[in-house]
Nanobody, 120 residues
Framework: VQLVESGGGLVQAGGSLRLSCAASGTIFSINNMGWYRQAPGKQRELVATVTSGGMTDYADSVKGRFTISRDNAKRTVSLQMNSLKAEDTAVYYC???????????????WGQGTQVTVSS
């Protein structure tokens, strides 16, 4: 199972970006999916998560500005980021905490990351 992110880039403060992540491989179901980010010199942190049933959770720093969503049929998860700030600059990673591939479970799968840069 692989996760591939897309949609990062450079945007001015106050602007918007939409990140997408697609899962590929033999997949019967995916448990929780989420977005994490890591800024230079800092630890990776949770941005938002969504359960297979659509329940969402957000870091306080992004509440009201970011929206996570997923399409179970398409095996995708997206992150709509509005009102971006310079402090949102980071590499953003997609995560799936458990994937049922039929014969086995795979745990804690990460994408390669996509850079988001917000200029002030």
């Amino acid at each position: 199972v692989q996760l591939v992110e897309s949609g990062g880039g450079l945007v001015q403060a106050g602007g918007s970006l939409r990140l997408s992540c697609a899962a590929s491989g033999t997949i019967f179901s995916i448990n929780n999916m989420g977005w994490y980010r890591q800024a230079p010199g800092k630890q990776r942190e949770l941005v938002a998560t969504v359960t297979s049933g659509g329940m969402t959770d957000y870091a306080d720093s992004v509440k009201g500005r970011f929206t996570i969503s997923r399409d179970n049929a398409k095996r995708t998860v997206s992150l709509q980021m509005n009102s971006l700030k310079a402090e949102d600059t980071a590499v953003y990673y997609c995560n799936a905490d458990r994937v049922d591939s039929g014969r086995r479970f795979e745990y804690d799968i990460w994408g390669q990351g996509t850079q988001v840069t917000v200029s002030s």
